[in-house]
Nanobody, 124 residues
Framework: EVQLVEFGGGSVQAGGSLTLSCTAS????????IGWFRQAPGKERETISC?????????TYLESVKGRFSISRDKSNRTVYLFMSNLEPEDTGVYYC????????????????WGQGTQVTVSS
């Protein structure tokens, strides 16, 4: 069973930075992808970005974070990071990571296993 654990959420002021991490376990294949998502109160969950193993191909799907968020992977410990800079109040929400066999921008529903989520709050 695939398990994902996120860390790194917190409260920051607008313009600040946070780094989220997602550590995956419970599978042996080297071919997989980890995506990052977020859900603001009262809104649908949206796909932020994804990175694939072993190619390290990465994709940013959410237009509003391009140039501010980046994704990377540490293959040694199956951890994926989401670096978030120049944060805005609109970035507030619960951030999730999820596992899939390959990256997809088709929406959260195509991802199979999810972490518990971590809260990010950006104040103005």
């Amino acid at each position: 069973e695939v398990q994902l654990v996120e860390f790194g959420g917190g409260s920051v002021q607008a313009g600040g930075s946070l780094t989220l991490s997602c550590t995956a376990s419970g599978f042996t294949s080297g071919d997989y992808a980890i995506g990052w998502f977020r859900q603001a109160p009262g809104k649908e969950r949206e796909t932020i970005s994804c990175i694939a193993s072993p190619t390290n191909s990465s994709f940013t799907y959410l237009e509003s974070v391009k140039g501010r968020f980046s994704i990377s992977r540490d293959k040694s410990n199956r951890t994926v990071y989401l670096f978030m800079s120049n944060l805005e109040p609109e970035d507030t929400g619960v951030y999730y990571c999820a596992w899939r066999y390959a990256c997809s921008g088709a929406g959260p529903r195509v991802y199979e296993s999810w972490g518990q989520g971590t809260q990010v709050t950006v104040s103005s």
